[in-house]
Nanobody
Framework: QLQLVESGGGLVQPGGSLRLSCAASGSNADYYAIGWFRQAPGKDREGVSCISTSGDRTNYTDSVKGRFTISRDNTKNTVYLQMNSLKPEDTAVYYC???????????????????WGQGTQVTVSS
């Protein structure tokens, strides 16, 4: 079992930055891949980025490449999503999700992850 708590969302102007955090806890909190997803009103939940257990494998959706950076600090059981050059179209509820896995892999598919956080709102507006 894993429990996930997101934080760091808020209101930011276009071009601004935010850093989201996903704190994990649970009995198997040492070996898990993390995915960040977002869901805007009226749209499907989409994969934004993911990172493997050791952090050596990452992936990004095309719309955030070069602007967002995913990282993890396994000493703190926390994964971060640094979001720079934010655009109004980045506005959404952002969720982190986890899967317990030892292989060096992650996924951008919602169905791959059994554990989900409650989400944090990100609003990009002037």
């Amino acid at each position: 079992q894993l429990q996930l708590v997101e934080s760091g969302g808020g209101l930011v102007q276009p071009g601004g930055s935010l850093r989201l955090s996903c704190a994990a806890s649970g009995s198997n909190a040492d070996y898990y891949a993390i995915g960040w997803f977002r869901q805007a009103p009226g749209k499907d939940r989409e994969g934004v980025s993911c990172i493997s257990t050791s952090g050596d494998r990452t992936n990004y959706t095309d719309s955030v490449k070069g602007r967002f950076t995913i990282s993890r600090d396994n000493t703190k059981n926390t994964v971060y999503l640094q979001m720079n050059s934010l655009k109004p179209e980045d506005t959404a509820v952002y969720y982190c999700a986890a899967r317990i896995v030892v292989q060096r892999m992650c996924s951008m598919s919602t169905s791959w992850y059994p554990y989900w956080g409650q989400g944090t709102q990100v609003t990009v507006s002037s």
